[in-house]
């Protein structure tokens, strides 16, 4: 869990392709011109099992008017320290460059495990040629060929071989994880100030002032859990700098491996369009949620009709998705800090909610005789039994029917409200799966 692949080399060698290829998505834009990759992507992969987190890094222009040289290494380097192991990417067709050298001379330094990877063989006359790029020292090229997919598997496999083993983290594994997210300035790390009573993150005006996600172990008044203050994520467009990047990169991860996420929101400045960016982030991880509106000490009205104005507006903002606690805080004057964490406390053991299966259909049925999913083509779809999946991550529920295929993503939706009018799963993500009875 947390693992992190960073895909480095020169552009136009197949980064963004390999990239696309591991996550299974489109997200990163490939085209023939070098140096199509600006900005830095993040996916997610999985292989045999194990989940990980794949980097796209920009590729390098050499005939920039740049010191280019010096931004490599920096780049590399950053990379380097971030990544657990790192995927060096190199073109066949080019054969070694003086690119590569420099690249790989910085690589041969580093302690992570480096995997060099021959991409473009496409033929297997190809992977002869692979042969030359035993002189970057840096062993055994993989040949593989990111377009097609060929090689891929055997890459996966050793990529995974190389990981950290997981001791340390299974230590600590039942301890549940809050992450601390939101815009920069939020008022993030004053809100973990504020809970462990003393000045241990660093908070200025400055938006950006924190960098990395710094855990703390929480253990007062009942509660035992680990905090994480996270960096601000910022649009990427915003993201200049390398080291901000990085930044954004491990809150990420950080929201990755954490039970609860924290949103902040910032009174002053109401939802705006990275919030929603942060909250769908959280959704694609299927983590929890608690919402905590920040600097409500600064607001001049502080009615109640104003916070029901304000709880609207976020729930309609944040629609589908709009069963979670909202809480009205002040980081700086300590207001309502205290239900910020039972309220993250309840909502974790609502993950943990286990609805018998004879309540659950009892309460269910009924409701699917009176209101039953539309008839479609002429066939009328029969729901006859339900149940709660065990040991799934979060609550996941399947219903049984005779055409499953006919049930769309609204039905399910209605599916869902009605269990959260009849259970407390606030602030959770629910599951709902439709099978062949």
Aim: proline share 4%; glycine share 6%; hydrophobic share 40%.
């Amino acid at each position: 869990m947390g693992n992190l692949v960073a895909i480095v080399g020169r552009p136009n060698v197949g980064k963004s392709t390999l990239f696309n290829r591991l996550t299974k998505t489109r997200h990163a834009i490939v085209s023939d011109e070098a140096g199509t990759t600006r900005d830095r992507q993040y996916g997610k992969s999985e292989w045999v099992g194990r989940e990980f987190s794949v980097v796209d890094t920009g590729g390098w222009v050499v005939n920039s008017d740049d010191i280019f040289e010096e931004e490599i290494r920096k780049q590399v380097t950053l990379a380097t320290e971030e990544a657990d192991v790192i995927l060096f990417v190199v073109d066949v067709h080019n054969g070694v460059t003086d690119l590569d050298e420099a690249v790989a001379g910085i690589l041969r330094r580093t302690k992570k495990p480096v995997i060099l990877v021959a991409n473009k063989t496409d033929t297997n006359d190809l992977i002869y040629s692979a042969a030359e790029f035993y002189a970057l020292g840096l062993g055994d090229p993989y040949c593989i060929s990111a377009a097609t997919g060929s090689g891929t598997g055997d890459l996966l496999d050793y990529v995974v071989s190389r990981f950290p083993k997981e001791a340390k983290e299974e230590a600590d594994e039942n301890i549940p994880r809050f992450a601390v997210v939101g815009r920069p300035n939020a008022g993030k790390s004053s809100l973990v100030n504020a809970f462990i009573g003393e000045e241990r993150n660093i908070v200025t005006d400055i938006a950006g002032t924190t960098r990395d996600s710094i855990y703390t172990r929480y253990n007062k008044f009942g509660f035992d859990f680990y905090l994480v203050d996270t960096a601000g994520i910022r649009r990427k467009n915003k993201v200049t700098e390398d080291l901000e990047y990085y930044s954004v990169m491990r809150s990420i991860r950080s929201i990755e491996n954490s039970d609860v996420c924290i949103l902040m929101i910032d009174a002053t400045r109401g939802i705006e369009a990275q919030d929603l960016n942060i909250f769908q982030l959280i959704q694609r991880n299927n983590k929890s949620l608690v919402v905590v509106v920040n600097k409500w000490d600064l607001v001049e009205e502080k009615t109640t009709m104003v916070m029901k104005e304000f709880e609207l507006a976020i729930r309609n903002r944040m629609a589908p998705f709009d069963d979670f606690p909202i809480i009205f805080a002040s980081a700086l004057t300590k207001q309502r800090i205290f239900k910020v964490l039972e309220t993250a406390k309840d909502v974790f053991l609502s993950r943990k909610t286990r609805v018998s299966t004879a309540k659950l259909n009892e309460e269910m049925l009924p409701l699917i005789e009176a209101y039953p999913p539309p008839s479609i083509k002429g066939k009328y779809i029969k729901i006859k039994y339900c149940m709660q999946l065990p040991n799934t991550q979060i609550p996941s529920f399947v219903f049984y029917a005779n055409l499953p295929q006919y049930v769309k993503e609204p039905y399910k939706r209605f599916l869902e409200n009605k269990i959260r009018e009849r259970w407390n799963f606030s602030g959770t993500p629910i599951n709902i799966f439709i099978r062949q009875k």
